[in-house]
């Protein structure tokens, strides 16, 4: 079973608190149960408070030769100003998820599924790095011989992208295979 979520949400609030959650249960015989949260925050207006949630957490309840995954991982990206993703942005995006999508279907065992995982969480991140752009019209620059204040914002990465586990200690997807039974 899949579970899988990639998407990007936009705040212009005082407190950016998005919450981001994977979570994999399974409780089956011989098989893989995986769940994926990726997400971009794009806040802008210069947000009083950052303060993101990411979790993933990975179940086996009475399972004999299960494996389950669980991967969350959250960008934020803080702006001065609105922003949008460019033309290309958007369609990458939609290439990771196509990616992301032909994983229920790969064949692939739990490790190799988790590899590529944390291959298209970290392109997502580069598109929000270099295809996030301001909205409206450019400001024309300054003069030469003076100096002002930018007038368009420009995006910086807030935290770092945090891929988050059931355990804290690696700050790696969660995956819980169970030993094979008698």
Do not use: H, W
């Not at 998005?18 to 947000?47: F, H, K, M, R, W």
């Not at 609105?82 to 739990?110: C, F, Y």
């Not at 599924?113 to 270099?130: N, P, S």
């Not at 011989?145 to 368009?152: E, L, N």
Request: aromatic fraction near 2%; hydrophobic fraction near 35%.
């Amino acid at each position: 079973m899949y579970a899988i979520r990639l998407k990007v949400v936009l705040s212009g609030q005082d407190t950016v608190d998005a919450t981001n959650t994977a979570v994999a249960a399974a409780s089956c015989s011989d098989c893989q149960t995986v769940a994926v949260a990726i997400e971009g925050v794009l806040g802008y207006g210069a947000p009083e408070t950052v303060v993101p949630v990411n979790e993933a957490l990975a179940l086996n309840v009475d399972c004999n030769n299960c494996q389950t995954l669980a991967a969350a991982y959250q960008s934020v990206i803080s702006t001065d100003g609105k922003v949008r993703m460019t033309g290309d942005g958007r369609r990458q995006i939609a290439q990771l998820r196509q990616q992301l999508e032909s994983l229920r279907t790969s064949g692939l065992a739990i490790d190799r599924v988790a590899a590529e995982v944390d291959r298209i969480a970290g392109e997502f991140r580069k598109v929000l790095q270099t295809e996030v752009v301001p909205i409206g019209r450019p400001q024309p620059a300054a003069p030469t011989g003076t100096s002002g204040p930018a007038d368009s914002p420009s995006p910086s990465t807030s935290p770092s992208p945090t891929p988050s586990g059931s355990t804290a200690a690696a700050g790696s997807p969660t995956a819980s295979p169970s030993p094979s039974g008698p």
